[in-house]
């Protein structure tokens, strides 16, 4: 079974501070992974995505993550958050289209 | 632009009322899904279809019912069955054919509730 868990519901950060949102992964075939983004009464948005390659993404808006197979991770990060960052992220796993996605990480940036 | 136009954007539904969602969607994909949000348990699958005439039960299918007649279309039905209905709907679409490479597409949602 495929499954994602992302660790913690709410992060809060200073604006210009390092975001770092944490989502680790169980998949019995090699995955393909997502981040997306939601603003307030609005669908998901694709941040970036791992399928094969390079395992140090990079997105829109600023955002990277990286694949790390031996701890089974793929957090989300981002240098200096930025007011507009404040969103609710999902992380996902897709291993054969099935895509199973985390609970998700309200994020908010203060002033 | 191609995309997937899900409406209306706010919806209210009566106590016993059946109500139907809109899910279009231009890209081409043969995969659409219907999935529920409700605060802090993000998102769970209603139905999905692969195919047109072709659709199955989700995580939480029980009171919810789907059809796909047309590529483009996968309207979803609120029956009077469903206990909770008040939530953010999200519809997507995929191409399953490439294994989930390309992830997937989401329209805007419409948000019901129930009054």
């Known amino acids: 079974a495929q499954s994602v868990t992302q660790l913690g519901s709410h992060v809060s950060v200073s604006e210009g501070a390092l975001v770092l949102l944490r989502c680790n992964y169980s998949?019995?075939?090699?995955?393909?992974l997502f981040w997306y983004v939601q603003y307030p009464n609005q669908g998901l948005q694709l941040l970036l995505k791992y399928t094969t390659g390079a395992t140090l993404v990079k997105g829109i808006n600023g955002f990277e993550a990286e694949f790390k197979k031996s701890e089974t991770s793929f957090h989300l990060t981002k240098p200096s958050a930025h007011m507009s960052d404040a969103a609710e992220y999902f992380c996902a796993v897709s291993p054969l289209g099935d895509m199973r996605f985390g609970a998700g990480t309200r994020l908010t940036v203060k002033p | 632009d191609g995309g997937i136009t899900q409406s209306p954007k706010y919806l209210f539904r009566k106590e016993g009322q059946n109500v139907t969602l809109s899910c279009e969607q231009n890209l081409n994909h043969d995969a659409m899904y219907w999935y529920r949000q409700d605060p802090g348990q993000g998102l769970r699958l209603i139905y999905y279809s692969q195919i047109v005439n072709d659709f199955q039960k989700g995580d939480i299918a029980e009171g919810y019912s789907v059809s796909r007649e047309k590529k483009e279309s996968f309207p979803l039905t609120v029956t009077s069955a469903q206990k909770n209905p008040t939530a953010f709907y999200l519809c997507?679409?995929?191409?399953?054919?490439?294994?989930?490479?390309?992830?997937?597409?989401f329209g805007s949602g419409t948000r019901l509730t129930v009054v």
């Open positions: 997507a679409s995929s191409i399953p054919q490439t294994g989930g490479l390309y992830g997937y597409t």
């Open positions: 998949s019995s075939v090699p995955p393909y």
